[in-house]
């Protein structure tokens, strides 16, 4: 990891903005940075992959519509990043599996939406590479909210 100060609202911009020129869906973000800049210690280039990695899964699995909302919630030597989506959801069967590589849900011939299956598994490296966990809260056809807590000088 090449770890030196970066700002995640600025960071975070960049990706959603990136996030809504990349789909043909039509995409309501809900973004309100606490802060007008918010440094902490990461690999930019990862953390920018990981944030894209999640807003691309929030816009295959949603309809359209997509609605995401971004939350960064500054703890005492954490950084909390919420991505929420009113997706399909996860159901509870499969949550334990999704971040291991090539898993995806299963949907028979109904999986029109393509992927590897690699995207989680990268970005549960890349936060545990920085000390960090990742959580998700899904409903079934609720939406999944995806939690990434990551030590703000790692
Ligand atoms: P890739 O990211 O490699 O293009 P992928 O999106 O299928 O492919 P992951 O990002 O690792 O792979 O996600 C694994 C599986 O978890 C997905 O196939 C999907 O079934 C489920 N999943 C991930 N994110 C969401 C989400 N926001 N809403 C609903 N299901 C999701
Ligand atoms: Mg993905």
């Known amino acids: 990891l090449e770890k ?6 600025s960071l975070v911009q960049n990706c ?3 996030a809504r020129i990349s789909t043909i869906k039509e ?4 973004f309100e940075p606490p802060f007008d800049v918010y440094l902490i210690h990461v690999d930019e280039a990862h953390i920018k992959n990981i944030v894209s990695n999640l807003l691309d899964n929030a816009i295959k699995y949603s309809g359209d519509p997509v609605y995401i909302t971004v939350q960064l919630i500054d703890g005492p030597s954490h950084m909390q990043l919420h991505v929420a989506d009113r997706g399909k959801g996860i159901a509870p069967e499969h949550i334990g599996y999704i971040y291991n590589m090539f898993y995806r849900v299963p949907e028979g011939n109904l999986h029109e939406v393509k992927g590897f ?4 598994a990268y ?3 890349v936060v545990e590479q920085h000390g960090g966990t990742i959580h998700v809260k899904s409903e079934l056809k609720g939406g999944s909210t995806f939690v990434l807590t990551i030590p703000k000088n790692g």
């Open 4 to 9: 030196r100060p970066v700002d995640m609202v």
């Open 27 to 30: 995409v309501f973000i809900t």
């Open 117 to 120: 299956g690699l995207g989680l």
């Open 16 to 18: 959603l903005e990136t």
């Open 123 to 125: 970005v549960k490296q």
